[in-house]
């Protein structure tokens, strides 16, 4: 599975962006997906996960109520809706797979196996 995120951005606190991942390989649709951000000098933190067939997800506390994940099998894609954006959001954010028939959505960056690369999101105070 290779991974492309797309869509990050600056935008002033307060506003929205929506980041997108998408995906080519085979068994896109067997993997439970994951979104996660860093900042420089900090460890890869666990921002959301979906579960293969989109109807459950998990967020992180620091973002639940303002992002949103989706995912569309048929487009090969998982989307990150990030509203009410704040400063402390701003970081790299990546995609990730995890590559293997397991359902947890997992927290923990060890769990996944593909990655995307980073796309930067910059909320200005």
């Known amino acids: 599975v290779q991974l492309q995120a797309s869509g990050g951005g600056s935008v002033p606190a307060g506003g929205s962006l929506r980041l997108s991942c998408t995906a080519s390989g085979p068994n896109f649709s067997s993997n439970v997906m994951g979104w996660f951000r860093q900042t420089p000098g900090k460890w890869r933190e666990f921002v959301g996960a979906i579960s293969k067939s989109g109807h459950s997800t998990k967020s992180a506390d620091s973002v639940k109520g303002r992002f949103i994940i989706s995912r569309d099998t048929a487009k090969n894609a998982v989307y990150l809706q990030m509203n009410s954006l704040k400063p402390e959001d701003t970081a790299d954010y990546y995609c990730?797979?995890?590559?293997?028939?397991?359902?947890?959505?997992?927290?923990?960056?060890?769990?996944?196996?593909?990655w995307g690369q980073g796309t930067l999101v910059t909320v200005s105070s």
């Open positions: 990730a797979a995890r590559g293997s028939a397991i359902t947890v959505m997992s927290d923990s960056q060890s769990q996944y196996r593909y």
